[in-house]
């Protein structure tokens, strides 16, 4: 089945360590998107991409970067963990344009020690 | 900016019973898309429908369908013969399509936690 996987389920990291999460996508959508969620919250944009068209929210922190290296994958790079950084982090795709609906992927829970 | 509203953060109903979530949004654009999602426990977001704002037309998934109330503002979804699976956290969304800012971007509201009882 075509789907959006996210590696690893879990992560656990210490404050200040930079840590990396994968999203892949047997879709090809030509959208995929990052997601913050904190407990009992509603999912946070950090930023996406448009095809290879990086579109960063005004109020991500520096601290998160991505990079998308082909159609298939999405990397989140989180620069140095702070407490507050501890959330689930969700990837979803889209296609063939932003308007569609967005397909999520079953998240990566951090937890920064 | 927009903005979605559930004003629900919790319900509950009996397993085959019949329930109704309530979303609001505030928008200036016409032409837009409504989504509802669901989050069961610990497990992936899901799209339950989606809306186009210049269809009149309610959109309907098999026992999930809703009440599209453009002048109102209004997007409830109503879920028929509800079943134990159907116990999660469900989103409203909107998706603005008028250029700017809002423009392929979902805003969520703040869930609902729905708790379907045997």
């Known amino acids: 089945d075509a789907m959006v996987i996210q590696n690893p389920r879990y992560q656990v990291t210490q404050f200040g360590k930079p840590v990396t999460l994968s999203c892949s996508q047997t879709?090809?959508?030509?959208?995929m998107y990052w997601y913050q969620q904190k407990s009992s919250q509603a999912p946070k944009l950090l930023f996406h991409?448009?095809?290879?068209?990086?579109?960063n929210e005004a109020d991500t922190p520096d601290n998160f970067q991505s990079r998308r290296p082909n159609t298939s994958f999405c990397f989140l790079d989180i620069r140095s963990p702070g407490l507050g950084d501890a959330a689930m982090y969700l990837c979803?795709?889209?296609?063939?344009?932003?308007?569609?609906?967005?397909?999520f992927g079953p998240g990566t829970r951090l937890t920064v020690l | 900016a927009q903005t979605v509203t559930q004003s629900q953060p919790e319900m509950s109903v009996q397993e085959a019973e019949t329930v109704t979530l309530s979303c609001t949004y505030d928008?200036?654009?016409?032409?837009?898309?409504l989504f509802w999602y669901k989050q069961p426990p610990s497990r992936q977001m899901i799209l339950v429908i989606r809306?186009?704002?210049?269809?009149?037309q309610n959109a309907t998934e098999n026992r999930f369908s809703v009440n599209f109330q453009k002048a109102a503002k209004s997007f409830s979804l109503k879920i028929s013969d509800s079943q134990l699976g159907d116990t999660a956290m469900y989103f409203c969304a909107f998706m603005g399509n008028a250029g700017g800012t809002s423009y392929g971007k979902l805003t969520f509201g703040q869930g609902t936690i729905l708790t379907v009882h045997p």
């Open positions: 991409y448009y095809d290879k068209d990086f579109n």
């Open positions: 809306q186009e704002a210049y269809k009149q």
């Open positions: 879709l090809n959508h030509n959208v």
């Open positions: 979803a795709t889209s296609s063939p344009s932003r308007l569609d609906a967005q397909y």
């Open positions: 928008t200036s654009e016409s032409n837009y898309y």
